[in-house]
């Protein structure tokens, strides 16, 4: 069974950066991965994906902004986000896979989230 356990959110104001972790059970930390995002009365949204490759994308909104990685000796998944903005405030979940587009962004399975919110 597939376990995803998000960390690290919290508040912070407008330019700061936090760090989400994310602790993979059930699966290899090496497979494709992505981090999701879902804001206040929002359709969750893709936010990055990093490929069984190593390859790694990530949407315009957080583009040179957000960097995704994985550590294999902790079998956990990061995202460090720099310069946030308020409208960065959202869940973050981390899901398994690359997702699909079907009427709106379906991330798959995931973990319950860890809750952002960017404020002054």
């Known amino acids: 069974e597939v376990q995803l356990v998000e960390s690290g959110g919290g508040l912070v104001q407008p330019g700061g950066s936090l760090r989400l972790s994310c602790a993979v059970s059930g699966r290899s930390i090496d497979s494709t991965l992505s981090w999701a995002r879902q804001a206040p009365a929002r359709e969750i949204e893709w936010v990055s994906t990093?490929?069984?490759?190593?390859?790694?994308f990530y949407s315009a909104s957080v583009r040179g902004r957000f960097t995704t990685s994985r550590d294999s000796a902790k079998n956990t998944l990061y995202l460090q986000m720099n310069d946030l903005k308020p409208e960065d405030t959202a869940v973050y979940y981390c899901?398994?896979?690359?997702?699909?587009?079907?009427?709106?962004?379906?991330?798959?399975?995931r973990g319950q989230g860890t809750q952002v919110t960017v404020s002054s």
């Open positions: 899901a398994v896979g690359p997702g699909r587009y079907d009427n709106g962004y379906d991330p798959g399975v």
């Open positions: 990093i490929w069984d490759d190593g390859s790694h």
